[in-house]
């Protein structure tokens, strides 16, 4: 028999805590609308009485969602309370979530107080919110420090006062995950009318243990978790909803469902993501760029063969289009084939050979092969077969010094070389080229773009240049722009007829 777990998203609260994340209420309905497409089952919105902003978030959340729950947080105060249920005035269904700490630390450091009278201004809380909602939720904030024994005197007495979901939040991120697991078993062993709610986990991420930690309760019996988008959220963090949601698709011999379509989880990430200005780290787990991408050969050369020799997860099952074979010096013949035939290449076995030695001089340059880099090079091993080609460029240039540049070319099996200064490397090399080839060649236009970013990456140039009254175009690509802008020049010359180069005029 399957389990139903339900995801309460708590991205806009306390997600939206981090420092620089904040959202507007525009963007906080826009991620509350792509949670609902994404089939959370409760969204914490807000805690109303923190700011007009939040107040006013909550209630706009409540009008524009239809099927989650609304939950807004307060403390365990009757003013939070009040203007919380005002805020979710509109929600179809609504959840207050109120609470208040129950560790040693908090009960006598942050309230000074007692364990009884916080006790009692648990129970009151819950009575009070009552008054407003039928679904009531309490947390017992730090309860991962919380003795246990206490703790299921305080969930026992909120249950009967009314509760119908108890969070049982690891604070401060400190719990391992056999401890944790065995506190929601003790609440399970010890608190009376324990089954009229449903236990809850809110995991925080400050040992790297949120995930584990969140499974691990959820198999002693939690039947909710609270879980945020890219795992973002106050410190290091709280448990990622794609970590929890794909163990247990993964895990089906667990019997744990949700109601998550995960098609939508990396769209979701990416919003989150983009919304907040919160990179997702490169690595993580589900949503980063290298969660299904593979670079090295074996790796590559496996996933190729059978994608789950490396993969326990189909990256289109998150909404991923495929794995990504990540070409780099590590990478084999079978990745750089299989790139070049997404990219229409179709090469026999010797060319490819050929571009492969090429592929590995660019890969030592660049960390990362783009599919115009591919391109590039088969373009380059086409240029085998070209009349004109660059066999020599050196280039002198620097502050207080004349650009210089030597050039051979080989014309048709013949060497020519020349040497020119210039207003730059550039003029200087093309001015060296014009020298051999001896036209009136005239440069009309010059572009060079980065094809992707970043100091290492490859230039494309592009030149349009006249020759007895007609245009020609060429192209070429590198990493040092001074060979690509020569090589995007000499295209544009092999497109000329034979004929009318190297020798006719000054
Ligand atoms: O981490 C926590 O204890 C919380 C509560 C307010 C639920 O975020
Ligand atoms: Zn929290």
């Not at 139903?4 to 959202?23: A, H, M, N, S, W």
């Not at 399970?188 to 930690?213: K, P, Q, R, Y």
């Not at 092999?494 to 004929?499: D, E, F, H, L, T």
Request: glycine share 6%; aromatic share 6%; proline share 3%.
């Amino acid at each position: 028999m399957e389990d139903k777990l339900y995801i309460f998203d708590t991205t806009l609260r306390d997600g939206e805590q981090v420092p620089g994340c904040q959202l507007n209420t525009i963007e906080k309905i826009q991620v509350a609308k792509a949670l609902e497409e994404l089939g959370v089952d409760i969204i914490e919105a807000g805690f109303p009485i923190s700011s007009p902003g939040d107040f006013n978030s909550v209630r706009e959340i409540s009008k524009a969602v239809t099927w989650p729950t609304i939950c807004a947080l307060t403390r365990a105060v009757e003013k939070d309370i009040d203007v919380a249920a005002d805020a979710l005035m509109y929600a179809k269904r609504k959840r207050i979530h109120t609470g208040i700490g129950t560790s040693y630390y908090h009960v006598h450091y942050k309230l000074n107080s007692t364990p009884d009278e916080i006790l009692q201004r648990a129970v009151a809380a819950v009575k009070y919110a009552k008054k407003y909602v039928e679904d009531v939720e309490f947390y017992a904030e730090d309860a991962g420090r919380s003795d246990n024994e206490y703790l299921a005197r305080v969930v026992e007495a909120v249950i009967k006062a009314g509760a119908t979901v108890i969070n049982i939040p690891d604070t401060t991120g400190y719990c391992l995950p056999h401890e944790f697991g065995e506190k929601i078993k003790y609440l399970f062993e010890h608190v009376n009318g324990i089954h009229n709610a449903i236990i809850s986990t809110h995991c925080h991420n400050d040992l790297g243990m949120a995930t584990a930690n969140t499974i691990s309760g959820v198999l002693n019996g939690a039947r909710q978790v609270e879980v945020t988008i890219n795992g973002i959220g106050e410190r290091a963090g709280n448990t990622a909803l794609e970590e929890v949601v794909m163990a247990f698709k993964s895990h089906k011999e667990l019997n744990i469902v949700t109601n998550i379509n995960t098609k939508k989880i990396y769209k979701t990430s990416r919003l989150v993501s983009n919304l907040m200005n919160m990179p997702v780290q490169p690595n993580k787990a589900i949503v980063g760029r290298n969660a299904f991408a593979h670079s090295s050969g074996i790796h590559q050369d496996g996933v190729l063969k059978n994608r789950e020799n490396y993969e326990i997860i189909d990256p289109k099952d998150v909404g991923i289009n495929e794995s990504s074979i990540v070409l780099t010096a590590r990478s084999g013949r079978a990745a750089l084939k299989h790139r070049l035939e997404i990219l229409g290449f179709k090469i026999e076995k010797e060319k490819l050979d050929q571009v492969y030695q090429e592929f590995l001089k660019l890969a030592d340059r660049k960390k990362d092969i783009k599919d115009d880099d591919i391109a590039m090079l088969v373009g380059d091993i086409r240029k085998e077969d070209r009349r004109i080609k660059l066999d020599y460029l050196q280039v002198v240039t620097g502050k207080n010094l004349v650009p210089m540049a030597t050039v051979r070319l080989n014309i048709a099996g013949e060497k020519f070389t020349a040497t020119e200064s210039g207003n730059g490397p550039v003029d200087a090399a093309i001015k060296a080229v014009k020298q051999i080839i001896r036209r009136k060649v005239i440069l009309e236009e010059f572009l060079i773009q980065a094809i992707t970013r970043g100091s290492d990456d490859v230039g494309k140039v592009h030149m349009q240049v006249e020759y007895g009254g007609q245009i020609f175009h060429g192209f070429a690509a590198n990493t040092d722009i001074i060979m690509a802008s020569t090589e995007a020049f000499l295209d544009a010359l092999n497109k000329m007829s034979p004929q009318d180069t190297p020798e006719d005029e000054e």
